[in-house]
């Protein structure tokens, strides 16, 4: 028995023994297999971590660039300072170069002393210092004989040599050289390059090995961007827009887009007030700087990031607006594409109208009413109830499916971050009778002005709807194309006979309708007016508005569309029509004829704009003087000479008919005159008083003067200028017909 249970407790120990073998043995493969197969590449990973050290090299950002490849961002050379400690072998060489590296870069001596002691290769100590602190550390090295132990390592810092200019587009970068606004982020990816790195060895307690074991891996340039912008386009808008905004006393900014209507190319993009992005983090409104001082310390932080978004912020996609009367140009287009409108139908308007006895009254800007006319001049007096009438005749099914179609209700798919999308009565499009009605006036609904202005495109190029773009080709370091960006044509919305149908409208309401302020001398332009209230945003004692204009030239062959918007103008007006449209015939009457488009007058235009100076030049006074009279200009002989030296105004000047030419024969000094005070007068005032003072003048803005005095002229009263000089004088129309 007893031997039995020996046995027995023999075989039973080998079988434990043989059980807990086997157990082991699966566990061993069952780790193996965890760390080998499934933690493998974490584990080699972790290894070359311990094994490998790196230090990052920046990749050169790529430059932005105009259409005509004029620089506007570009990164330029600095340098990250870098000690390497385990070069350093001696205490003296490592007490000099501490020293003078807190001598020049300004760093806390003690901290540099600390990270040289170190057991590392390469320890960054001030990062993108500029080339004069580089050059007084290359002067130091030079000097002492010191080969090693500290390392200039290029990195770059981002530049826009223009300043402001198109700030709002461009955006800017962080420190880090990351894009954080504007095309800067939009294009980040394409910009930013690959960065490069020194990679180091460590030895088994963790020091790093000499030089024979480190690998630089050289850092890849970013993509270059050249943009749809024209810059010369872009001074002009640029110019026009923050006299605007400083003279109507713009308290919300204010915005200007030029687009080519064809391919959807923007060609200037403008909001005033704007930001320096060399200095992005700088506060620019006074009002709102003094604000932020004014608060305690724990507060201003989240107040300055909420001034500093708003300073960002690209009013021209990311705001919505109301845009009031511009927006019936639309109106005019869905009820003209379904035929329920033409020229000649007629309206009756009463100064106002109710859709329902239980409505509200809707007035129209003529209290007393514009009585029955057709729909041509409806549209010239932007008569409300008409435009109300025709919504209900469109009906909301379909006014919310043009509405869409024209692309309103979509984001309009610009290469720029942060656009904002429409705020409508609702998602679905259902209306009641009563938001139709405002709806067809412009009101109570939200778009951004570059739908607007996109929307106005597709009315200009024949009824097709583009999407813009700003980006024209992104190009590698080589100047090679990596990626064109062309026209994109997303439909057609309206028949290119209603297109041209509502541009003769347009055309007709700048020449004598409320768009007259927007009038070019010598070209042919369309546009509407807009005037909006911002309903549940105006501030206490104010009601705010929201002026715009938004129009194309020239009205027969249209190329060009722009859109002015002032947002809370505080100035002596607010209607679209008298500080809006000017905007946009300031800004036309320079770019058109830099686009190359030729001046068109008619004779009636030419007797009130008159014409050219011819050139006198080297002909004999007498013929001078005769053909002077016969072209209908005043001559004014002075000297004594047989020959004409010199004439003014200079020859191809523009100057009325009638005007004076004053006529050199010898060199003399020029007589001189005060301007006179222009302001108040009318045409014929005007030009009496110029011929009084042997002064010419040239004539623009308002077409229809019957009623116009002069707004602006230049130079000003009482600056001396030669006899024969022209002084340009502007009428501006105060009346106007936009409705709030």
Not at 37 to 63: C, H, N, Y
Not at 320 to 336: E, I, L, N, Q, R
Not at 442 to 471: C, D, E, S, Y
Not at 500 to 515: C, D, F, Q, S, V
């Amino acid at each position: 028995m007893i031997k039995g249970a020996k046995i027995r407790m023999r075989r039973r120990s080998l079988l434990m023994a043989i059980l807990m073998s086997g157990a082991c043995f699966v566990y061993l493969i069952y780790r193996l297999v965890i760390l080998q197969i499934v933690q493998g590449s974490f584990l080699e990973s972790m290894a070359v971590d311990q094994q490998l050290t790196d230090t990052k090299i920046s990749a050169q950002r790529g430059a932005i660039y105009d259409r005509d490849m004029n620089l506007l961002a570009q990164s330029a050379s600095v340098w990250n300072v870098a000690l390497e400690p385990n070069s350093i072998k001696k205490d003296d060489i490592r007490e000099k170069i501490c020293q003078n590296l807190y001598e020049i870069t300004g760093v806390d001596k003690q901290k540099i002393f600390e990270l040289s002691k170190k057991r590392t290769f390469c320890s960054i100590i001030k990062k993108k210092v500029d080339a004069n602190v580089r050059n007084k550390i290359i002067e130091f090295k030079n000097k002492h004989g010191i080969t090693a132990g500290i390392r200039l390592i290029e990195d770059y810092k981002r530049y826009y040599p223009l300043g402001r200019f198109a700030s709002a587009v461009l955006g800017f970068t962080g420190v880090d050289g990351q894009g954080l606004a504007g095309l800067e982020a939009y294009y980040d990816k394409y910009l930013r390059g690959e960065q490069g790195r020194i990679v180091n060895s460590r030895n088994a307690i963790g020091t790093e090995m000499p030089y024979d074991y480190e690998q630089m891996i050289n850092p890849k340039a970013g993509n270059n961007l050249r943009l749809t912008i024209d810059s010369r386009i872009q001074r002009i808008v640029d110019k026009y827009l923050l006299e605007a905004v400083i003279s109507n006393k713009v308290q919300n900014r204010g915005v200007a887009i030029a687009m080519d209507v064809t391919n959807g190319e923007i060609l200037a993009m403008s909001v005033k007030e704007d930001f320096d992005p060399n200095e992005p983090f700088k506060i620019v409104n006074e009002t709102e700087e003094m604000y932020l001082n004014s608060l305690p310390e724990s507060e201003q932080n989240a107040v300055r990031g909420e001034i500093l978004s708003k300073q960002w912020r690209n009013k021209a996609v990311s705001d919505t607006y109301y845009p009031g009367s511009v927006f019936k140009m639309v109106v005019a287009s869905m009820g003209m594409d379904l035929g329920l409108v033409d020229d000649n139908a007629i309206f009756t308007c009463s100064g106002g109208i109710k859709i329902s006895e239980r409505s509200q009254y809707i007035r129209c800007h003529r209290r007393r009413g514009h009585g029955a006319q057709n729909f041509a001049k409806c549209f010239c007096s932007s008569c409300n109830p008409a435009f109300i009438s025709l919504g209900q005749k469109i009906g909301t099914e379909n006014f919310f499916n043009y509405y869409k179609s024209f692309g309103f209700h979509e984001r309009t798919g610009i290469d720029l971050p942060g656009e904002a999308t429409d705020l409508f009565f609702s998602q679905s499009g259902k209306m009641a009778l009563i938001d139709l009605a405002v709806a067809s006036i412009g009101q109570n609904f939200g778009i951004t002005p570059i739908q607007m202005i996109t929307a106005a495109a597709a009315i200009a190029n024949g009824g097709k709807l583009v999407r813009p773009h700003i980006v024209k080709e992104i190009l590698n370091s080589d100047g090679e194309i990596v990626k064109s960006f062309d026209t994109n044509t997303k439909r057609t919305v309206i028949s290119s006979e209603v297109a041209k149908k509502i541009t003769n409208l347009m055309e007709e309401n700048a020449n004598t309708g409320g768009a007259k302020n927007a009038h070019v001398a010598g070209f042919r332009v369309a546009g509407k007016t807009g005037t909006s209230e911002k309903i549940g945003l105006s501030t206490p004692g104010h009601k705010d508005y929201i002026s715009s204009f938004c129009g194309f030239a020239p009205a027969d062959n249209p190329k060009i569309a722009l859109l002015t918007f002032l947002d809370t103008p505080r100035g002596d007006y607010y209607y679209g029509g008298i500080i809006a449209a000017p905007i946009f015939a300031n800004i036309m009457n320079e770019v058109l004829p830099l686009m190359g488009i030729p001046e068109e007058y008619s004779p009636e235009e030419i007797k009130k704009y008159g014409t050219t100076a011819p050139d006198f030049l080297a002909k004999k006074q007498s013929t001078a003087k005769e053909l002077a009279i016969i072209s209908g200009f005043t001559p004014i002989i002075l000297g004594k000479g047989e020959l004409v030296t010199s004439q003014m105004p200079i020859p191809g000047e523009r100057i009325p008919q009638g005007g004076t030419i004053i006529l050199y024969t010898e060199i003399l000094d020029a007589e001189t005159i005060k301007v006179p005070d222009f302001y108040g007068l009318n045409i014929k005032e005007a030009k009496e008083l110029a011929l009084k003072n042997k002064l010419n003048i040239k004539i623009s803005g308002c077409k229809d003067d019957t009623e116009n005095l002069v707004e602006i002229q230049s130079p000003k009263i009482n600056t001396i200028v030669p006899i024969g000089s022209v002084v340009e004088i502007k009428f501006i129309s105060k009346e106007h017909n936009e409705n709030i």
